[in-house]
C-alpha cells in the first residue's frame, strides 16, 4: 500500500520560514493537501490541490510539488502555528496519511 | 454553519461492537463524500473507511476490512460506522470528515468533526 513519508520534527524561530515535506511513490502525479492539528484539537485543512487555502487560512501558509514531495511552506512563522502537520493524499482506493511532523517555533 | 457532530463512542469490551454515528448539518449532505478518521491517543492520523455522497462505492483500510461498515443515510444527513470485533489496537479518538471537492473526491477534507473517543478494554 502506499506511504506519505514526513519529516517526525521541524523547528523554526519566530518569523522565520519552516518547510515541511512529504514524499510518497508518484506524488506529483496525485492531488496532496495538508492538515494543521494543535493538540485536544481537530484537524484543520490548510493546503489542499498542492498550494491551494480554504478561506481563513492565513497567507503565510503555501503549498508546492515538485517530483515525488510536496512541501508545506509558512513564512514568517508564529508561535499560534505551533502544531502537528499531516499530509494525506488519495491512491489506489485508499486515503494515505503522512505520519505527522510536530513544528516547533523556538 | 457547517457542521459535523458524532456520536456512539464509549467503553466496550474486546470482541464486541458499537455504532457510531456523524449528524452532518449546513451543507447538501449526499453531494459530499465522506471519512472516518481515527487517532489513538499520541499518534498520528489513520484512515479508517470512506464513502462517496451516494454511498454506492465504499472503501476500507486493511486494519478494519471484514470487520467495519460504513454507510449514510442522506435522508438523515447521518454518517454511520458500524465496528464489530473491537480489538485492543481499535481504541481512538474517531473523527468524520467531508470532502472538499464532491461525491467521489478523497483528496482533501476541509470539515472535521469533534471527534468520539472509542475505548476498547475489559
Known amino acids: 500500500s502506499s506511504e506519505l513519508i514526513q519529516p517526525p520534527s521541524v523547528s523554526v524561530s519566530p518569523g522565520q520560514t519552516a518547510s515541511i515535506t512529504c514524499s510518497g511513490d508518484?506524488?506529483?502525479?496525485?492531488?496532496a493537501c495538508w492538515y494543521q492539528q494543535k493538540p485536544g484539537q481537530s484537524p484543520i485543512l490548510v493546503i489542499y490541490?498542492?498550494?491551494k487555502r480554504p478561506s481563513g487560512v492565513p497567507e503565510r501558509f503555501s503549498g508546492s510539488t515538485s517530483g515525488n514531495t510536496a512541501t508545506l511552506t509558512i513564512s514568517g512563522t508564529q508561535a499560534m502555528d505551533e502544531a502537528d502537520y499531516y499530509c494525506?493524499?488519495?491512491?489506489?482506493?485508499?486515503?494515505?496519511f503522512g505520519g505527522g511532523t510536530k513544528l516547533t517555533v523556538l | 454553519e457547517v457542521q459535523l457532530l458524532e456520536s456512539g463512542g464509549g467503553l466496550v469490551q474486546p470482541g464486541g461492537s458499537l455504532r457510531l454515528s456523524c449528524a452532518a448539518s449546513?451543507?447538501?449532505?449526499?453531494?459530499?463524500?465522506m471519512i472516518w478518521v481515527r487517532q489513538a491517543p499520541g499518534k498520528g492520523l489513520q484512515w479508517v473507511s470512506a464513502?462517496?455522497?451516494?454511498?454506492?462505492?465504499?472503501y476500507y483500510a486493511d486494519s478494519v476490512k471484514g470487520r467495519s461498515t460504513i454507510s449514510r443515510d442522506n435522508s438523515k444527513n447521518t454518517l454511520y460506522l458500524q465496528m464489530n470485533s473491537l480489538r485492543a489496537e481499535d481504541t481512538a479518538i474517531y473523527y468524520c470528515?467531508?470532502?472538499?471537492?464532491?461525491?467521489?473526491?478523497?483528496?482533501?477534507?476541509?470539515?472535521w468533526g469533534q471527534g468520539t473517543v472509542v475505548t476498547v478494554s475489559s
Open positions: 449546513g451543507f447538501t449532505f449526499r453531494s459530499y463524500a
Open positions: 508518484k506524488l506529483g502525479d496525485k492531488y
Open positions: 470528515a467531508k470532502a472538499q471537492r464532491g461525491s467521489g473526491y478523497y483528496d482533501a477534507f476541509d470539515i
Open positions: 490541490q498542492y498550494n
Open positions: 494525506q493524499a488519495w491512491d489506489s482506493s485508499t486515503v494515505v
Open positions: 464513502i462517496s455522497g451516494s454511498g454506492g462505492s465504499t
